[in-house]
């Protein structure tokens, strides 16, 4: 499908195929960052991330399209087209990690590689009904990733289901371990947002709420508004690359970076002591829960042609937390709901709960059944 793929190798190698976000390096195969500025680009090396996976018996099966330098929820990209929603024909696909999400929808790959920095992983999981997670910040190499903002950026696994992404991390954190879990009885589940949401996403992630036997719904706030830490990090990356490139930065983007580069340390600074002070509120509110239980994004897959940055403060409202607090989460379809568009519930835990975070979420997703967590295209 046309707006998902950038590159592709000339003979695929051997192993499981895996798409691989054209935000991460692959040696001999070009490697764009979604960006004009580097259309010419083959780099000599591959991401460490992409060395960790083919050294564990996975192929590069081709680089998919993005939104520009990972910058964006919807992936419209100036450059390289629009990706496409597989099962949502004329809805986004979602980003950044949109091309990722929409090679699994299409049936292309089973599994995929992405970046989240502020949901780039589980937005497009959720619209295209795919699974994503968001390991632990700093669990996985961004070695050879280009970076957006490098405290929140994560370089992690997509697949059609929980058990891929498991398998991924595998190769992904070496000594990674997944854990089993005999019921979800097992956990206390905090539920949380299910008020932020359109009414049959609310339903549909109510309904997976419900298995969990020992849950309790608790009110939990959101990310700080103020982002400022989160947009110089973003101008520190292109402080030197935008002043003689602007006019080769697609519109949406290049308004964004505008912005960043006028944010002062005094600003950054601050934000970033908000950022502090919600990590320690929020950790105090969770207590002793293993896990959370959230929609993911609050509404389905848009039309394609929606202005991004109309939906983007929507958009990433309730993954953007788990990216500021730096903890794993995972996006899961949960059925259909606006339209008959895929919805998707966010399961998050502590930093370094990876293992029992995808336990839960591959019971989980056992009980919902096929029917709710595999949207055909």
Request: charged share 20%.
């Given at each position: ?36 500025l ?9 991401a ?58 299409a ?50 696994p ?74 110089r ?15 080769l930065?697609g ?5 964004k ?121």
């Amino acid at each position: 499908m046309d707006g998902i793929w950038l590159a592709r190798p000339d003979r695929l190698g051997a192993g499981k195929p895996v798409a691989v976000k054209d935000l991460l390096d692959t040696a001999g195969l070009a490697t764009t960052y979604g960006s004009a500025l580097f259309a010419d680009h083959v780099p000599a090396a591959s991401a460490e991330s992409v060395q960790l996976l083919e050294a564990g018996g996975f192929a590069v099966a081709g680089k998919t399209n993005l939104h520009e330098f990972a910058y964006g929820i919807s992936s419209q990209n100036a450059h390289y087209g629009t990706v496409p929603n597989p099962v949502a024909p004329g809805r986004l696909a979602g980003g950044s990690s949109g091309g990722s999400a929409a090679a699994i929808a299409a049936g292309d790959v089973e599994l995929a590689l992405g970046t989240d920095s502020a949901g780039s992983i589980r937005i497009p999981a959720a619209w295209c009904g795919v699974v994503g997670f968001k390991p632990t910040h700093g669990l996985v190499s961004v070695e050879g990733c280009f970076p957006l903002a490098p405290s929140f950026d994560v370089v992690g696994p997509m697949a059609s289901s929980v058990e891929g992404c498991e398998l991924m991390m595998r190769a992904l954190v070496p000594g990674f371990a997944p854990v089993e879990l005999e019921s979800l009885e097992e956990l206390e589940v905090g539920v949380a947002w299910l008020d932020k949401t359109e009414p049959l996403v609310r339903e549909r992630v109510a309904e997976a709420a419900a298995l969990f036997p020992r849950r309790r719904e608790i009110e939990l706030p959101l990310a700080p508004a103020n982002r400022a830490d989160f947009m110089r990090e973003v101008a520190d990356v292109h402080r030197a690359l935008f002043p003689d490139n602007e006019e080769l930065y697609g519109g949406n983007v290049r308004g964004k970076i505008e912005r960043c580069l006028a944010v002062t340390y005094v600003d950054a600074a601050a934000a970033a002591h908000e950022r502090g002070e919600y990590g320690e509120r929020f950790a105090e509110m969770v207590g002793e829960l293993d896990l959370l239980v959230t929609p993911t994004v609050p509404f389905v897959a848009p039309p394609a042609d929606v202005d991004e940055l109309e939906i983007r403060a929507g958009g990433i409202s309730l993954t953007y937390p788990f990216s500021a607090l730096g903890w794993p989460a995972l996006a899961l379809p949960c059925g259909p709901a606006e339209d008959g568009v895929p919805a998707s519930v966010q399961l998050a835990s502590p930093q370094g709960t990876d293992a029992l975070l995808l336990a839960a979420g591959r019971l989980l997703a056992s009980q919902l059944g096929p029917d709710r967590t595999r949207l055909s295209s």
